[in-house]
């Protein structure tokens, strides 16, 4: 298969020594071989550092790729011990994490003092788990478990400020984590099932509507404006249907907007998840020790009429099957292979990914059924990946500028907040994206002009060791090419490389730099 | 009862559908001519503004503009209810028979009486999503459950409206993010929330000098088709492009001293900024700015504490920003607006949950200030959404499309502005009307 590709890795090199040197320039320059090594390292990390760069000319860029691929085997005991004792939530199971960080209500639970706790708690597991994103993505050797994380945390997008969300919102990484190399069904099914999900997307509080009947009743006793009775309170209670969950499942998680699906598909869609719910974070059920947070299934407020989704009628040995049923369906369908596709495409190779290669990964991901790692691998080893073109065509979204400076300059972190604070005030907002369709990944979304100001004041900062918790190394003079093309941005670079500039402005100029704004 | 239904027919510029004193298109082109001729007549810019602040959380309306009359109001809010008093600083600012400001926004009900505020009440989206990340998307998109529409109302404006001769400080963002209300196509810049002289000191000759293009053009040539070649120079020309604007920016801006003091806040200093802008410059169009924080579902207070607070800060930026501006204000318009408002009746935490209905103020010269606008038809449970929220009467594309048409003389029928949606910009009686 590597042999396939030689063709493509001649024209990429080609290209990228068509002009020609600097005479005077000393710094360092990548081989031919390197340059390659360079632009998988650009895709397959969150940033080329010479480390890495060795790594992957050890092994040869087939076998490298192939390791990153089986992240399993890769060892992270080098940042394992350190991650359960600053991220202790993210090593919890979810009822520990929510008994821990959101403890049973008491009558003392009210006062002022024990708000200011619990405040203190929620704010405590929503950090853990940025900067435990943050961390790892900075320093763990399966770099592109990462990188794939990164993806599937943007694709089943969940707010952690929403509600109670932030309790379960480090469960619901872990659950990605487990399934990002397995299969595309399991790891949907997995988000469907996670309270974090749930709440986010207001499934558990959707439950079968009311019958005419019903809603007269309710409607006369609303007439009447008198105490009600016990039954009635129950029927006002129940809320009914809400379609957000069902109408993002089709339209962001599996087919795509308007892709094959109509209102009507939505709304059984919706009817038939009615009573796909977890424990209650409420007063009473947090008082309740043996409580549970897991995905729980509320029989009282399903809907159990016939319902039809995409065509046929839902079935099921029971009524949570039903369910799980139409959602793997929904992972099976040919939409959805190429959604997914063109999705992976998009942020592995190019911000418009050549139709054929879409065609092509959605067909191994429809013949392999889903088997995410086979996807993967099919796009590093496809023709389209190494072309030339796609050479530092895509630019870098804030987590990834971030990260890919923070491996830059070598940095070690101790605190977190002006990190996360930078990434927001450029745009990305970690763990908390506004909207459930996740970010854009493409170039226009991320390029407003003042946002080029935050990076270059970022850059700056980071290199002067001037942001609170982090301390960084400069970098080198002949490791420049790491980080920026010699070929062309080093001409301009070389204006400002004036003797007497410091080598942490020197630093800053290289991260600043527009080379360093894609990859 | 009958004492709201008579306040509402009083107060409310919505009579009823068949007698609502339509603006007609035409009459609105002549109130917009007539108030510009006014304005340059009176030394004000020709350029007509408008600026928009998004109370995020979901502003309290019944607490701001409070109905006093009505005898659910302390029955419903027990512990966070205003009331008349005999001390100035807590007493309710009484507006109508039945309306008062909340003693913080006593600037406000100043404004309100020289006729250049008019607050909206029962407005808001008629999807019926608490959540607030829906309901501000739906907002700031102006496109309610429609996920389809990525850009922001004013940013489609400014696209739709754009020349090849477009001033360079035609929309403004003071915040270093910008509000969705700004995001799309048409290139607003977000002004970074601290001094950027010195990162523009280091990074302006790499992103401005020529050689760095010629470069990039050289390369060009050379290769057959490079998408790193376009993106770097994208990427250089939105850093030189963000060098440009924040140095005339800059220039505008320094020694500013205003007529007034501001509030020494974020809200406060972002309109003095805008300010310094619209006199000196005289071009700036659209602005908008976020307000966050609204969301006070526990310990609200009623004459102290954070709400009591935010809304002081809203009321006193607001009147320095408007006595700021002098003749200015004559084509100057500011939609203060929030994704919803609050449940009627207080919570278990003397605070209130997510509701329906909201309020927005509507401020400026061509505003026709000093009225209660929008339908309103008390507190009993029995006129509320689901029998707790205020209702939505006013659709806000409504007051976007007389915002839109009044001000700028836009049509956002013709567009097909707000889709699914017939705007009917004459449904208040928002703009001073001139015949």
Redesign the interface.
């Known amino acids: 298969m590597f042999n396939q590709i030689r063709y493509y890795l001649c024209t990429f090199v080609a ?1 990228l020594t ?2 020609t040197l600097h005479a005077d320039l000393t710094i360092g320059q990548l081989s031919q071989q390197d340059q390659i090594n360079y632009h998988i390292l650009s895709r397959m990390t969150f940033g080329p550092t010479p480390q890495a760069l060795s790594s992957i000319q050890k092994l040869g860029a087939e076998q490298w790729i192939k390791n990153q691929l089986n992240p399993s085997q890769i060892s992270t005991a080098n940042i394992d011990t350190r991650c359960k004792i600053d991220f202790p939530s993210l090593y919890m199971p979810l009822t520990d994490a929510i008994r821990t960080y959101n403890p049973p209500y008491t009558k003392a639970s009210n006062s002022p003092k024990d708000q200011k706790r619990r405040n203190r708690l929620r704010s405590e597991i929503q950090s853990e788990l940025r900067n435990f994103v943050i961390f790892r993505a900075a320093n763990s050797e399966r770099q592109f478990e990462e990188v794939i994380l990164n993806f599937w945390r943007n694709h089943f997008a969940i ?1 952690q400020t ?1 509600d109670n969300v932030a309790f379960y919102a480090p469960d619901f990484e872990n659950t990605l984590r487990t399934h990002a190399f397995g299969r595309f069904d399991q790891l949907l099914l997995a988000t469907a099932k996670h309270p974090a999900m749930l709440f986010y997307l ?1 499934n558990h509080i959707s439950q079968k509507p009311l019958s005419p009947r019903e809603e007269k009743q309710v409607a006369a006793a ?2 009447r ?1 008198a105490p009600k009775a016990k039954s009635l309170r129950a029927l006002e209670r129940q809320r009914g249907l809400n379609e ?1 969950y069902a109408r993002e499942l089709m ?1 962001l998680h599996t087919l795509g ?2 892709n094959g699906y109509t209102q009507q598909d939505v709304t059984d869609l919706a009817r038939a998840l009615t009573g796909w719910t977890a424990a209650w974070s409420t007063k009473r059920a947090q008082a309740d020790p043996k409580a549970v947070y897991n995905f729980h299934f509320n029989t009282k407020v399903h809907d159990s009429k016939p319902k039809y989704v995409l065509g046929s009628r839902l079935t099921g040995s029971t009524r949570v099957t039903e369910g799980s049923n139409i959602i793997l369906k929904l992972a099976h369908h040919p939409n959805t292979a190429r959604f997914i596709s063109f999705k992976l495409c998009q942020y592995l190779v ?1 911000d418009q990914p050549p139709e054929g290669l879409v065609t092509e990964i959605a067909s191994v991901f429809t013949q392999s059924k889903g088997n995410l790692k086979k996807v993967y691998k099919a796009i590093l080893f496809s023709d389209d990946f190494l072309r ?8 870098r979204t804030p987590f990834e500028f971030t990260i890919a400076s923070l491996r830059a300059t070598n940095a070690s972190i101790s605190r977190y907040d002006s990190l996360i604070y930078a990434m ?2 450029m ?1 990305q907002n970690l763990y908390r994206c ?4 996740g970010y854009y990944d493409f ?1 226009e979304a991320w ?8 990076r ?2 970022f850059a ?1 900062n980071l290199a002067n060791n001037r942001i609170k918790g982090v301390r960084t190394s400069p970098i080198k003079p002949n490791q420049l090419a790491n980080y920026i093309d010699t070929q ?2 080093t ?3 070389m ?2 490389l004036k003797p007497d500039l410091s080598s942490a ?1 020197y630093t ?2 290289i991260l ?4 360093f ?2 990859q | 009862m009958t004492t709201t239904r008579r306040d509402f027919i009083k107060a409310s510029a919505l009579l009823s559908a068949a007698t609502a004193g339509a603006l007609s298109p035409i009459a609105a082109v002549r109130a917009f001519a007539q108030s510009s001729t006014l304005a340059l007549i009176n030394g004000c810019k020709e350029t007509p503004t408008l600026i928009t602040i998004f109370l995020r959380g979901g502003a309290d309306p019944i607490n701001t503009i409070i109905p006093y009359s009505d005898k659910f109001y302390s029955r419903l809010r027990p512990t966070i209810a205003l009331s008349h008093s005999e001390d100035p600083k807590t007493s309710i600012l009484p507006i109508s028979q039945h309306f008062a400001f909340h003693p913080a926004a006593k600037p406000l009900a100043q404004l309100y009486n020289q006729k250049l505020l008019a607050p909206i009440l029962c407005v808001g989206s008629k999807h019926p999503t608490r ?1 607030h ?1 829906d309901a ?2 739906f907002m700031e998109r102006a496109a309610p459950g429609i ?2 529409i990525h850009e922001g109302w004013l940013n489609r404006f400014l696209e739709l409206t754009k020349t090849s001769s477009d001033h360079p400080l035609r929309a403004l ?1 003071m915040q ?3 509000p ?1 209300t700004l995001r799309g196509q048409y ?6 929330d ?1 001094n ?1 002289t ?3 000191k ?2 302006e ?3 401005t ?1 020529d ?2 293009l010629q ?2 053009k ?2 060009s040539q ?7 070649i376009n ?2 120079n ?3 020309k ?2 030189s ?2 060098i440009d ?2 140095q005339s920016l800059n220039k505008l801006l320094q020694n500013y001293n205003p007529n007034i003091p501001y509030p020494n806040t974020n809200l406060g200093n972002q309109l003095k900024d805008l300010a310094a802008v619209i006199k000196r410059d005289q071009h700036l169009q659209i602005a908008s700015i976020d307000y966050n924080g609204w969301d006070h579902h526990t310990y609200q207070g009623s004459t102290q504490g954070v709400f009591t607070n935010m809304l002081t800060n809203l009321s006193s930026s607001i009147y320095s920003f408007v006595s700021d501006l002098g003749p200015h204000i004559n084509n100057t318009v500011i939609l203060v607006m929030s994704e919803f408002g609050r449940t009627v009746k207080e919570n278990g935490n003397n605070g209130t949950d997510h509701g329906h209905g909201g309020y927005m103020f509507a401020i400026g010269g061509p505003i026709s200030g000093k009225q209660i606008l929008g339908k309103w038809t008390g507190l009993d ?2 006129n509320l959404y689901q ?1 707790r929220d205020l209702p939505v009467y006013t659709d806000f594309r409504d007051v976007f499309s007389s915002v839109l048409q009044n001000l700028f003389n836009f049509d956002t029928d013709k567009h097909n502005f707000f889709p699914e949606y017939d705007a009917d910009p004459s449904i208040l009686k928002l703009f001073k009307r001139t015949t």
């Open positions: 290209l068509a002009t707010d929403k207001d609303e007439r404006n957000n339209e907007v308007d190019d030339a073109d796609h050479y530092r065509s895509k630019f927001n005030s745009g506004p909207d459930p369709t170039a390029l407003d002009p003042g946002v080029m100001i935050y270059w004041q700056e062309t941005a001409q301009i670079l204006l400002k402005n800053a100029l600043g730099s527009p080379d704004q894609s | 959540s990340f501000q998307d996920k389809t963002c270093p993010i910008l969705r290139p607003v810049i977000a002004v970074p601290y950027a010195q990162s523009i280091t990074f000759e790499l992103y000098c050689e760095g470069i990039s050289n390369n050379t290769s057959l088709d490079s998408d790193a993106n770097r994208k990427i250089i939105a850093g492009l963000a604007r924040i449970r029995r029998s």
